[in-house]
């Protein structure tokens, strides 16, 4: 690849959910590699949301295009509200700007979705099985590919990062006052099945965040980046390109 190709191209930062890393973005990170570059944010070594936002904002070019799912989300609007001069572009993918609204559980023992469908914590490391039940469109639970790569991950990410991710989870702030601030580009996307960040969760930041586009994927759960690769690359593509 040229220089010139090289200095063209817009960076852009990819924030995972909980126990996920680059694997989650596999697809996009192939596929956006001609107009950005590419790098993924590491949320594996704070326990907040804010330690998470500054460790990110101290690691990464002084402007850069901003994506985050799920946990990455949190830490996207934290992100926005610390430096939005330095996010030239935000997208927000199966997450939401409210505060964590569950009554029970621990970090230890996370409970999935409360009554009310909100948003809530992955189950524990090993769980690989419920995990994916949680977090993709029923008809693929059967997909031995996808087990294995939400599996790895697990592994990967370990259970003393989770535990961390998890406090981050559970004390992350209100964002929803800070929404109509926010002026650059803006995507929202997640899958119309997804049980954790559900479309009306999505709507209602599309409704408080000016010009924000809104893309609801079919078939899809709450791992967008690896249920519907082509679809969340696609929509990437076209945000960083408007």
Not at 89 to 94: G, I, K, P, S, Y
Request: net charge positive; hydrophobic share 45%.
């Amino acid at each position: 690849m040229s220089i010139a190709l090289r200095w063209r191209r817009q960076p852009l930062v990819l924030l995972s959910g909980a126990l996920c890393d680059a694997a989650l973005w596999r697809h996009q990170i192939a596929g956006l590699s001609d107009i950005a570059d590419v790098r993924v944010g590491d949320l594996t070594r704070d326990d907040s949301v804010g330690s998470m936002a500054a460790r990110v904002l101290a690691s990464q070019p002084k402007h850069f295009a901003l994506a985050g799912i799920s946990l990455g989300g949190y830490v996207a609007l934290e992100i926005m509200r610390r430096a939005p001069e330095r996010v030239t572009r935000l997208a927000l993918l199966d997450t939401t700007a409210r505060p964590d609204e569950q009554s029970e559980g621990t970090a230890e023992e996370p409970q999935g979705t409360d009554t009310a469908g909100r948003p809530a914590s992955p189950p524990a490391l090993g769980q690989v099985g419920l995990f994916t039940t949680l977090l993709v469109h029923p008809k693929r639970l059967a997909d031995r590919r996808l087990s294995t790569i939400l599996g790895a991950m697990a592994e990967r990410v370990g259970r003393k990062a989770f535990q961390r991710q998890q406090r981050a989870v559970r004390a992350r702030p209100d964002s929803r006052a800070g929404l109509a601030a926010i002026a650059c580009p803006t995507l929202l996307l997640c899958g119309r099945q997804d049980p954790l960040a559900p479309p009306a969760l999505h709507e209602e930041m599309a409704a408080a965040i000016p010009g924000a586009e809104l893309v609801v994927v079919e078939d899809c759960g709450h791992l967008s980046p690896l249920e519907q690769p082509e679809a969340v690359t696609a929509a990437l593509r076209g945000w960083l390109q408007r």
